[in-house]
């Protein structure tokens, strides 16, 4: 019998990173194969997904800023990476035949459905995947806090944040020897002691909703699968 997941509903958090592949930089053809697979076997277990994605494999508003570029210009060009990424991993995802949609946060209707918080919900109900792109429209603001608002808005049960690492530690594992891994961490853990999860706004709005967060390896194969099944990998982030 096919195992039954753990959640109902996830929002998967993926930075623009994740499809840039060896290359480091752009979307990586094979890996966003690969992602997409991964979401269609979730999806194939029944549960509804939806999707933030990065976009600092194209551009990063406060890098661009730094170099004097104007900080909101920078990031509503940031904003538009991520829609850019959002497209390639739609494309990606109807290719092995999962139905999907992209929202907008920033209209631009020839491409992609304005942000409607209801009309997500219904294309959930309905097995649609949704991606929502340009972040959350606001410049100074990161997908991190995108994925942490739209998780809220429609009912999610979790944030799945994949990153490179197999969880959060103690210290950068790849630098210092004996750093720990965390199997679990509180809100108040991530924010006093810095640790990279997410943002402090992402992390506390994560907090203040009680909306609790998965950060696990994308590298490694099937881990989504994994993490939806209720496998304890990776650090979940909780109250
Ligand atoms: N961004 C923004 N508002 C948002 C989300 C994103 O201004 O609500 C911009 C910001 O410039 C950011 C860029 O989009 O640097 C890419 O997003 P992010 O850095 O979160 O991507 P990731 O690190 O996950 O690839």
Same mark, same amino acid.
């Given at each position: 019998?096919?195992?039954?997941?753990?959640?109902?509903?996830?929002?998967?958090?993926?930075?623009?990173?994740?499809?840039?592949?060896?290359?480091?930089?752009?979307?990586?053809?094979?890996?966003?194969?690969?992602?997409?697979?991964?979401?269609?076997?979730?999806?194939?277990?029944?549960?509804?997904?939806?999707?933030?994605?990065?976009?600092?494999?194209?551009?990063?508003?406060?890098?661009?800023?730094?170099?004097?570029?104007?900080?909101?210009?920078?990031?509503?060009?940031?904003?538009?990476? !991520?829609?850019?990424?959002?497209?390639?991993?739609?494309?990606?995802?109807?290719?092995?035949?999962?139905? !999907?949609?992209?929202?907008?946060?920033?209209?631009?209707?020839?491409?992609?459905?304005?942000?409607?918080?209801?009309?997500?919900?219904?294309?959930?109900?309905?097995?649609?995947?949704?991606?929502?792109?340009?972040?959350?429209?606001?410049?100074?603001?990161?997908?991190?806090?995108?994925?942490?608002?739209?998780?809220?808005?429609?009912?999610?049960?979790?944030?799945?944040?994949?990153?490179?690492?197999?969880?959060?530690?103690?210290?950068?594992?790849?630098?210092?020897?004996?750093?720990?891994?965390?199997?679990?961490?509180?809100?108040?853990?991530?924010?006093?002691?810095?640790?990279?999860?997410?943002?402090?706004?992402?992390?506390?709005?994560?907090?203040?909703?009680?909306?609790?967060?998965?950060?696990?390896?994308? !590298?490694?194969?099937?881990?989504?699968?994994?993490?939806?099944?209720?496998?304890?990998?990776?650090?979940?982030?909780?109250?």
């Amino acid at each position: 019998a096919e195992a039954k997941p753990r959640y109902q509903r996830i929002l998967l958090k993926l930075s623009g990173e994740a499809l840039a592949g060896q290359q480091g930089y752009g979307i990586d053809p094979e890996v966003i194969a690969n992602i997409a697979s991964e979401i269609k076997e979730v999806v194939g277990l029944g549960v509804q997904v939806a999707l933030v994605i990065g976009g600092g494999n194209i551009f990063r508003g406060v890098a661009a800023a730094s170099r004097g570029m104007d900080r909101a210009s920078a990031d509503y060009m940031g904003m538009l990476a !991520t829609v850019m990424n959002s497209l390639a991993l739609q494309d990606s995802l109807e290719k092995v035949g999962v139905v !999907t949609r992209v929202q907008s946060a920033i209209e631009m209707q020839e491409v992609a459905e304005p942000y409607i918080r209801r009309r997500a919900v219904r294309h959930l109900e309905k097995g649609r995947v949704v991606i929502f792109g340009a972040g959350t429209g606001n410049p100074y603001f990161t997908t991190d806090t995108a994925a942490s608002l739209r998780a809220m808005e429609i009912g999610a049960e979790v944030i799945l944040k994949a990153t490179k690492v197999d969880g959060v530690y103690s210290a950068d594992p790849a630098k210092v020897k004996d750093a720990v891994k965390y199997p679990s961490l509180t809100y108040l853990d991530v924010l006093k002691k810095g640790l990279q999860v997410m943002d402090a706004t992402a992390t506390s709005l994560c907090m203040d909703n009680n909306l609790p967060i998965v950060v696990f390896d994308l !590298t490694s194969t099937g881990n989504i699968k994994k993490v939806v099944l209720g496998e304890s990998i990776g650090t979940v982030v909780k109250g």
